[in-house]
């Protein structure tokens, strides 16, 4: 164990906790407790179209009475925009990022002609955006990423393949999930990332940018996704209910989704210090 652990909870503010994002919560925050580190809140509101203040707060007032308090000042990401245009304009000076004139339309058409994927980026402009620009892409290649995980174990993906060059700032003015997470974790000096198995296709992409900015990775954790009745990812997007009022019982049944034993506590700091030694015990 160490005292230079550093993990993190990013929520998106796009409605309230419910049951997927409270897992997520308490992963990455028993993980922090485990590793007797440090661990941090970040509100992912970059996309404004739909993110909202009042939800951000209500999720900063859910994790306070569940009292996860983050060990440093809380981020928004709306307030760093000056941040990520630095860092985009260091990668296209580099070479490492270019301008696309490419319509979702376009994309698609090329793709079929060329027998790939939907969501693939042909390349179109590689050699030069072909309008006027739209969105910036990261200049991928076929260089494996590879990581291990430490819930899922090894993951491997030649990005330029299975998705191409992808976006960084997209075609509305705003930065991509890709870039600004990228930056906020390295500005943070997050060493520890535990998060929901579904962005674990992502990781690589995340991965590529780091290297390239000769920045240090962090280690990765997925947890098991909570599905729906559909068996479909719990979202706030596919009308996931809020977290109830009973706290306690929520925390009990996000820990028991992760697989652990149940606990009986009577106050939530006894329940994190069963938790963090059950957690230890498996993955420390």
Same mark, same amino acid.
Request: charged fraction near 25%; hydrophobic fraction near 40%.
């Given at each position: 164990?160490?005292?230079? &652990?550093?993990?993190?909870?990013?929520?998106?503010?796009?409605?309230?906790?419910?049951?997927?994002?409270?897992?997520?919560?308490?992963?990455?925050? /028993?993980?922090?407790?485990?590793?007797?580190?440090? #661990?941090?809140?970040?509100?992912? %509101? @970059?996309?404004?179209?739909?993110?909202?203040?009042? #939800?951000?707060?209500?999720? *900063?007032?859910?994790?306070?009475?569940?009292?996860?308090?983050?060990?440093?000042?809380?981020? #928004?990401?709306?307030?760093? /925009?000056?941040?990520?245009?630095? @860092? *985009?304009?260091?990668?296209?000076?580099?070479?490492?990022?270019?301008?696309?004139?490419?319509?979702?339309?376009?994309?698609?058409?090329?793709?079929?002609?060329?027998?790939?994927?939907? +969501?693939?980026?042909?390349?179109?402009?590689?050699?030069?955006?072909?309008?006027?620009?739209?969105?910036?892409?990261?200049?991928?290649?076929?260089?494996? @990423?590879?990581?291990? %995980?430490?819930?899922?174990?090894?993951?491997?993906?030649? !990005?330029?393949?299975? @998705?191409?060059?992808?976006?960084?700032?997209?075609? =509305?003015?705003?930065?991509?999930?890709? *870039?600004? !997470?990228?930056? =906020?974790?390295?500005?943070?000096? !997050?060493? =520890?990332?535990?998060?929901?198995?579904?962005?674990?296709? +992502?990781?690589?992409?995340?991965?590529? *940018?780091?290297?390239?900015? =000769?920045?240090?990775?962090?280690? &990765?954790?997925?947890?098991?996704?909570?599905? +729906?009745?559909?068996?479909?990812?719990?979202?706030?997007?596919?009308?996931?209910?809020?977290?109830?009022? %009973?706290?306690?019982?929520?925390?009990?049944?996000?820990?028991?989704?992760?697989?652990?034993?149940? /606990?009986?506590?009577?106050?939530?700091?006894?329940? &994190?210090?069963?938790?963090?030694?059950?957690?230890?015990?498996?993955?420390?």
């Amino acid at each position: 164990m160490t005292n230079q &652990y550093i993990g993190r909870f990013a929520p998106s503010p796009t409605g309230r906790l419910h049951a997927g994002s409270l897992a997520a919560a308490l992963a990455s925050f /028993i993980d922090a407790r485990a590793h007797h580190g440090q #661990w941090l809140i970040r509100i992912e %509101d @970059v996309d404004t179209g739909r993110c909202k203040k009042e #939800w951000a707060d209500d999720i *900063l007032q859910t994790l306070s009475a569940l009292q996860m308090h983050s060990d440093g000042e809380v981020i #928004w990401q709306s307030k760093r /925009i000056d941040r990520y245009t630095n @860092v *985009l304009n260091q990668l296209i000076e580099s070479g490492k990022a270019y301008g696309c004139s490419c319509t979702r339309l376009e994309i698609e058409k090329a793709n079929k002609a060329l027998g790939l994927k939907p +969501n693939h980026y042909p390349g179109t402009c590689r050699t030069g955006a072909k309008g006027a620009i739209r969105s910036w892409r990261f200049l991928t290649n076929h260089e494996k @990423v590879t990581f291990t %995980d430490r819930w899922l174990g090894e993951y491997s993906q030649d !990005v330029e393949t299975e @998705v191409g060059d992808f976006v960084i700032k997209r075609a =509305d003015g705003l930065f991509a999930y890709q *870039l600004a !997470v990228v930056i =906020d974790d390295h500005d943070c000096g !997050v060493t =520890d990332i535990v998060r929901g198995a579904d962005l674990i296709d +992502n990781t690589p992409r995340q991965i590529a *940018l780091m290297r390239t900015l =000769d920045w240090n990775e962090p280690r &990765y954790m997925h947890i098991p996704l909570v599905l +729906n009745d559909r068996h479909e990812k719990l979202s706030k997007q596919a009308g996931a209910r809020p977290l109830g009022n %009973d706290l306690m019982l929520e925390l009990v049944h996000a820990w028991r989704h992760l697989g652990f034993e149940e /606990i009986r506590a009577d106050s939530f700091e006894a329940f &994190y210090q069963e938790a963090s030694l059950q957690w230890a015990n498996r993955f420390l």
